[in-house]
């Protein structure tokens, strides 16, 4: 089955800073990759995901890419603020027919310090 | 705004107690899951259902069991809570398909087995 590796499992930065989270997937059958964020005390909340027949999308301060070949994609946050603060999960779903599986990664609990 | 429920927030319970828990969503999805999150191994799928009375094992299905009697609503149950059970319960729903990879999680029910 599919596999999603994420990395880093833990990242710090200072406010203002860019913050970049990696995700590898196994499976090249999956074709849709959504991020999501986590806020203390709360459920994970979808904030942007990208297709595979798209290398890039953005939105406002975040961005995610996407490199099919390598089957890794990536979300990059810039001008980090302190409501950032939260853990965020990558997620790989492939589909077959009308059976779709969602995998997801381990997370990463990001900080930002003001 | 879609709505995903959780009708206890915090549960304790004593080990081979029957538990049962809640989850209601308000946007007509036809699938809706359990997750379980503990630290370090991220969201791993219990149970989903992909219409009413309809089932499939998630990954970790061991000691759990879910009905689902009413497309909006899909319950969790411990048959015999054990201390290994304790742990943040995350329900979800979804449009089926493609859309499958678009969750909407609730907040959570931490349960305690002592």
């Known amino acids: 089955g599919e596999n999603v590796e994420q990395h880093p499992s833990t990242l710090s930065v200072q406010e203002g800073d860019s913050a970049v989270i990696k995700c590898t997937y196994s499976?090249?059958?999956?074709?849709?990759f959504p991020w999501y964020k986590q806020e203390l005390g709360k459920g994970p909340q979808l904030i942007i995901d990208?297709?595979?027949?798209?290398g890039e999308k953005k939105d406002q301060r975040i961005a995610v890419t996407l490199n099919k070949t390598a089957k890794h994609f990536s979300l990059h946050i810039t001008e980090t603020q302190p409501e950032d603060s939260a853990v965020y999960f990558c997620a790989a779903l492939k589909g077959l027919g009308s059976n779709y599986k969602l995998t997801f990664g381990k997370g990463t609990l990001l900080t930002v310090n003001p | 705004d879609v709505k995903v429920t959780q009708s206890s927030r915090y549960l304790v319970k004593r080990t081979g107690e029957k538990v049962f828990l809640e989850c209601v969503q308000d946007?007509?999805?036809?699938?809706m899951f359990w997750y379980r999150q503990d630290p370090g191994l991220g969201l791993r799928l219990i149970y989903f259902?992909?219409?009413?009375?309809?089932?499939e094992k998630g990954d970790i299905p061991e000691g759990y069991s879910v009905s689902r009697e009413k497309k909006e609503r899909f319950s969790l149950i411990l048959e015999s809570a054990s201390t290994n059970q304790t742990s943040m319960y995350l329900c979800?729903?979804?449009?089926?398909?493609?859309?499958?990879?678009?969750?909407?999680f609730g907040e959570g029910s931490r349960l305690t087995v002592l």
């Open positions: 979800a729903s979804s449009f089926v398909g493609a859309r499958t990879g678009e969750l909407f």
């Open positions: 499976d090249s059958a999956s074709n849709y």
């Open positions: 990208i297709r595979s027949n798209v």
């Open positions: 259902s992909y219409d009413v009375k309809m089932k």
């Open positions: 946007m007509d999805h036809e699938n």
